[in-house]
């Protein structure tokens, strides 16, 4: 059996894991155009601020490849699937066979077209490895930054350059910051703190123009007419699913690849695990590209085990985050902020001064959503209770509580998660 | 494999499973110098609740799930389950992001504010039995062979 695995993080070491569980003789290959060993991409924003060394970067050790018998391709692109000769085509002209096939080649960062861009040396993306590793290069030669978007990738690109005491200029289209993670109030939060530290957050407002001779910027000039100076700009929108090299090979791609509750795309044998797919939606089942790292790491774990032959079922994406910006704990999860806040019941606490914030989204009786700012100790448990769909009538009033445990919840949860009853081969 | 199981009604709320996985996991292995004189004292990897002043308590702990949603959440890669099945953390590698704490349902990892690293549970490698295990007095919290769920 020829497993081939296209893109090299957290999804294709999960398909890795689930492959090898079930399948010690197989081939398997795994391909990255990027020139690393599995790495924390998230960890990007921490190499370039300084937060640790190249060393921290590598999410496994490396002896990772030699225990599983991958054989590794890096710094290859694939550049089409034959879904009918089933290969993969590589950019040096190769062809890779394959039995099963995972596609898990992430997103790619959307870059608009803003005028006076294409000639200018200093514009990045911060997506990757090496994203980090050019700007940090350059950064003594930063004076001024301006980031383009305010969600999570901004705002983490504009802390990482602070910590290097740059003076940085994030410019959010939105009416907030991080509005598709968080509501409101904990962007609010997150944009005081930012503003705090010395980060200006400039909303509502977009750069048209990027303004210099040659090569040089020298600044940026918004819709509203505003020109701020800067030599350097990290576009920071969004990501798209990485999927282009699909275009021809019949294997359906909506806004990601589209995947079934096994992770199998519409081709024969193709699956598709991480950001670059469209699966289910935890609610409602309608299927989203969600970029999620957990998520990526189960998808790839459902896609390796039907790969492997094991059917296992995805019960649908639930959107989590946990980030921090200058040691303000965030977690969001879940419906944060309902479209229709008349369907959903919803509860919150706040002490703005102390950057402390709770948000309880519940719909039906059931939790849907949690949002914490500061104290975000055992989060789990209401990540828990989203996806075990638990009653949560009885227990509503206590949801605020700032020591929201167990105990808060029935005898019988408890029981079924802590006592041996059940789990032991003969009770004590 | 082994892990530890909590019988509530056993449990008297006396932290002392809190005290025995402070000691542990302290420098000295001393309850007494750990939480006088050590100057960064561990924080307890097991969680006892109470509620109505103590009239109900339990202690939680971590489940080394089969398939552990800390593991999986982790941005470093510095959760791992190892050959036996024991769920633990490498503190250099983490980087303290909180992403376990998000997606733990048990609420068994802790954040270590002053480290700035999460902590949880490690089953006591130099012991016999856990340290939390040994320090009930009630015999509340049980290690044995058993399943996760």
Redesign the interface.
């Known amino acids: 059996m020829n497993y081939v695995i296209v893109g090299n993080s957290v999804a294709a070491v ?1 398909a890795v894991r689930a492959i090898r569980e079930r399948d010690q003789q197989g081939n398997i290959t795994v391909i990255s155009r990027e020139k690393h060993n599995v790495y ?4 990007i924003s ?1 190499l370039l601020g300084g ?2 060394n190249e060393k ?1 970067m ?3 050790p490396n002896d990772f490849y030699s225990q599983n018998r991958i054989n590794l391709l890096l710094g290859s692109e694939v550049t089409a699937v034959d879904t009918k000769a089933k290969k993969v085509k590589l950019a040096g002209g190769d062809a890779i066979p394959y039995d099963k096939l995972l596609l898990a080649t992430g997103g790619d960062p959307f870059i608009p077209p803003i005028e006076g861009m294409s000639d200018k040396d200093r514009i990045f993306t911060f997506t990757t490895w090496e994203d980090a590793a050019k700007l940090k290069g350059i950064a003594p030669d930063i004076n001024r930054a301006v980031v383009i978007g305010g969600g999570l990738i901004g705002l983490k690109a504009a802390e990482g350059l602070n910590l290097l005491d740059k003076p940085v200029t994030v410019v959010e289209l939105a009416d907030r910051v991080l509005s598709s993670a968080f509501d409101r109030q904990a962007g609010k939060i997150v944009a005081r703190k930012m503003m705090a530290n010395g980060i200006d957050v400039i909303t509502e407002d977009t750069v048209v123009r990027i303004e210099g001779d040659g090569a040089e910027i020298s600044g940026v000039t918004l819709k509203s007419g505003d020109f701020i100076p800067c030599d350097t700009v990290v576009v920071a929108i969004g990501v798209r699913p990485a999927a282009t090299f699909l275009k021809g090979s019949g294997i359906e791609v909506n806004r990601g690849i589209v995947v079934d509750a096994s992770m199998q795309t519409s081709g024969r044998g193709v699956y598709a695990a991480g950001d670059v797919a469209e699966a289910a939606d935890f609610f409602s089942g309608q299927k989203n590209p969600m970029p999620i ?2 998520d990526a ?2 998808q790839g ?1 459902i896609a390796g085990a039907a790969m492997a032959g094991e059917k296992k079922e995805y019960v649908g994406g639930l959107a ?5 910006f200058f040691k303000v ?1 965030t ?1 969001s ?1 879940g419906v944060t902020n309902p479209m229709v806040p008349a369907e959903y019941e919803i509860h919150t606490y706040q002490d703005i001064q102390n950057y402390q914030y709770r948000k309880i989204v519940l719909q039906n009786d059931r939790l849907v959503g949690a949002v914490l700012v500061g104290n ?6 209401f ?3 989203i ?2 769909k638990v009653d949560m009538a009885p227990f509503r009033e206590s949801l605020l509580t700032p ?1 929201f ?4 919840l029935s ?1 019988e949860i ?7 009853q059940g ?3 003969d009770n ?1 | 494999m082994k ?1 530890i ?4 009604d056993a449990c008297i709320g006396c932290h002392l499973c809190e005290v025995g996985c402070i000691t542990e996991h302290s420098l000295s292995k001393d309850p007494v110098k750990a939480f006088l004189h050590e100057s960064e004292r561990p924080i307890s990897r097991c ?1 006892v ?3 109505h002043g103590g009239i ?3 202690s ?1 702990t971590c ?1 080394h799930c089969d ?1 552990p ?5 982790c ?3 510095a959760i791992q389950k190892n050959a036996e099945g024991v769920v633990r953390i490498d503190s ?2 983490c ?13 068994a ?3 270590n504010l002053k480290k700035k690293k999460a902590n949880k549970c490690d089953l006591c490698p130099d012991r016999k039995s856990p340290a939390c295990v040994d320090a009930c007095p009630n015999r509340a919290l ?1 290690y ?6």
């Open positions: 999960g924390g991409r998230p960890l921490y937060l640790i921290r590598a999410y496994l790292w957990p790491y189960i774990d989590m985050n946990s980030i921090e704990s977690i999860m975000v100790d055992r989060a789990g448990i990540s828990g209770l996806r075990e020591d445990g167990f105990l808060n005898r408890r029981n079924r998660l802590f006592a041996p789990k032991v081969e004590p | 892990r199981y909590t019988l509530e969680t609740e109470e509620l109900i308590s339990l939680t489940r398939e949603d800390c593991l999986r959440a941005i470093s890669g250099e590698q980087v303290g992001c909180w992403s376990c704490v998000m997606a733990c349902p048990y609420g990892i802790q954040r049980v044995r062979e058993g399943s996760q769920k």
